[in-house]
């Protein structure tokens, strides 16, 4: 029987719920580290995770027999009951509900890294509400502003 081949490289950007500021410095790195851990048992290939006080961005290679959503799901439900296990945060830490997923070729993948890598000198110029309409309008995605993440700026 013939192997499958494949080369899909996915970024998903989610939300603190409430699009609170908590996700903070004292534990941003390990959160970072545990999501990472959560995409390889899933059979996936990290590419890097990374973030800022209200959202994350995870890039991996994505196998063809996962479902997309399913990795998210599994990333959101893990990392939130890690979070509220730890007490990083005061009261009970969730996700927005929702996400937003981009596809890139390979050629783009060392871009989409540094782009992700540096989110804190990003953020110092721009919100996250103009990152990801940014975000959508460059992959063309329709979109409907009444189901979007919750915006507080």
């Not at 534990?27 to 994350?56: A, M, P």
């Not at 979070?83 to 927005?96: A, C, L, P, S, T």
Request: aromatic share 14%; charged share 30%.
């Amino acid at each position: 029987m013939a192997d499958t081949y494949s080369q899909i490289s996915i970024q998903v950007v989610f939300a603190v719920k409430g699009r609170e500021n908590i996700i903070t410095k004292n534990f941003r790195d390990e959160l970072h580290k545990y999501i990472t851990g959560i995409v390889s048992r899933k059979g996936q290939k990290c590419l890097v995770v990374n973030g800022w006080k209200d959202h994350v961005h995870v890039f991996f290679g994505l196998e063809p027999s996962m479902k997309i959503s399913d990795l998210v799901s599994a990333i959101k439900a893990n990392s939130s009951k890690w979070i509220n296990e730890r007490g990083f945060v005061k009261g009970k830490f969730q996700w927005q509900e929702g996400y937003a997923a981009f596809s890139y070729s390979k050629s783009q993948r060392d871009a989409v890294i540094k782009y992700i890598m540096n989110q804190e000198q990003h953020h110092h110029r721009k919100t996250f509400r103009e990152e990801y309409l940014e975000l959508l309008r460059k992959s063309d995605i329709e979109f409907d502003e009444k189901y979007l993440f919750e915006f507080y700026e």
